[in-house]
């Protein structure tokens, strides 16, 4: 893995802009950074990243199988019970799931290590989807990087695949809330992703969604949701007034129940404990349980439901914070991970996002923050593969 400095296209706002990209810059701050980017060998991403991915994510899927057998283990997860039996049977039914980013520590020396899984609402999809494919082909046209290269990115491809499968002949809706751009352009390329497969697609604004008689949800024309893409967290779900709707499965949801264990935080915990020393895992271990780490060592403290980095703390071996981020999720419950810091370049640290499309490795995306801790507004790099 080797970082270098590219040269900006000096029409990037216009392209930004022509492929719908609103939110390349963030706060009066660059998201999309392309005055540099990361090279791989084609070995690299064969057995570093997607071997692992692949291998992790059905280890992810037997965890799944195993905490719905055990009261204990969904209570450490703080999953609220009234919706256990609900998950179960969107497990038995084998209720289809879409998509998941997997976030990885890697320095270039031995086995990647897995940070989290967002299984449920992952950011960047378009980022890493799209316009970074865009990058590459004007990259290799203007001489940038070899133009042999390539990039390891099928996560369109497969997207349209796998939402062609989904096709149960009615309409698919996609919700995201209000006043979230970057939410909003990520459902629209979902949205087009789902029309070129064939579907019917409307969107609807979570705050939007109507109650209907019986207790079936609606949209702003009193038609009944039978099936719908949601950019709002399985958790959020679960708290809201009509959380207990779920219960009901009368919508066919993305991502389904099931995946409310795999976006918690205490699936490394759980990771760890039925995998013991695997090698893409780090030591992780619930709040009432015994540190798994040697004293002196550092460690991470993490929400069970944080998200884009909040409320996440770095300690070092005297309890001593070497970072942190604030958020909205100090009150919830917590696990700790063994600490591995990110590499540095530069200024900067970096993280991998590893896509999951359909339980196959598909594709990319890097990050980049000046603290240790990856946050929604850490900025974006292209990658290539090039040897």
């Given at each position: 893995?080797?970082?270098?400095?590219?040269?900006?296209?000096?029409?990037?706002?216009?392209?930004?802009?022509?492929?719908?990209?609103?939110?390349?810059?963030?706060?009066n701050e660059i998201y999309w950074d392309e005055s540099r980017a990361y090279r791989f060998t084609l070995r690299q991403i064969e057995e570093q990243i997607e071997k692992p991915t692949a291998e992790l994510h059905q280890m992810c899927l037997e965890v799944v199988d195993r905490a719905l057998k055990s009261e204990s283990v969904m209570k450490q997860l703080a999953i609220p019970p009234l919706y256990w039996d609900a998950i179960a049977e969107s497990w038995r039914n084998n209720d289809p799931s879409l998509y998941g980013r997997m976030d990885f520590v890697w320095t270039g020396k031995g086995p990647v290590k897995l940070l989290e899984y967002n299984a449920d609402t992952p950011t960047s999809l378009y980022e890493s989807a799209y316009f970074q494919w865009v990058w590459m082909e004007d990259a290799r046209?203007?001489?940038?990087?070899?133009?042999?290269?390539?990039?390891y990115n099928a996560i369109q491809d497969r997207l349209i695949a796998r939402l062609g499968e989904l096709n149960n002949g009615g309409p698919l809706y996609l919700c995201c809330c209000k006043d979230t751009e970057e939410d909003r352009g990520t459902v629209l390329y979902l949205e087009d992703c789902a029309q070129q497969a064939g579907l019917q697609t409307r969107f609807i604004y979570i705050e939007d969604i109507g109650l209907g008689v019986g207790g079936s949800l609606t949209d702003l024309q009193d038609n009944v949701i039978q099936q719908a893409f949601k950019l709002y967290p399985l958790e959020w779900m679960m708290r809201d007034e009509n959380g207990p709707l779920l219960c009901k499965r009368r919508e066919q949801w993305i991502e389904p129940l099931w995946k409310s264990i795999l976006s918690n935080k205490g699936l490394m915990p759980l990771l760890w404990r039925y995998f013991p020393e695997h090698p893409n895992l780090l030591p992780a271990w619930f709040d009432n349980e015994k540190p798994l780490i040697k004293a002196g060592d550092s460690y991470v403290k993490k929400p069970l439901f944080s998200r884009e980095g909040g409320n996440i703390t770095i300690y070092d071996g005297q309890q001593n914070v070497i970072d942190s981020a604030e958020g909205d999720y100090a009150d919830e419950p917590v696990i700790f991970q063994a600490f591995q810091p990110l590499p540095r370049f530069g200024d900067s640290y970096t993280l991998i996002g590893s896509w999951v499309i359909d339980d196959e490795a598909v594709g990319m995306g890097i990050r980049e923050d000046n603290t240790l801790i990856t946050k929604d507004t850490s900025r974006f790099i292209p990658h290539y593969i090039a040897g």
């Open positions: 893995m080797l970082r270098h400095n590219v040269p900006v296209r000096p029409n990037l706002d216009r392209i930004a802009k022509e492929h719908g990209f609103n939110f390349h810059i963030i706060d046209q203007q001489g940038l990087i070899p133009r042999g290269a390539d990039q």
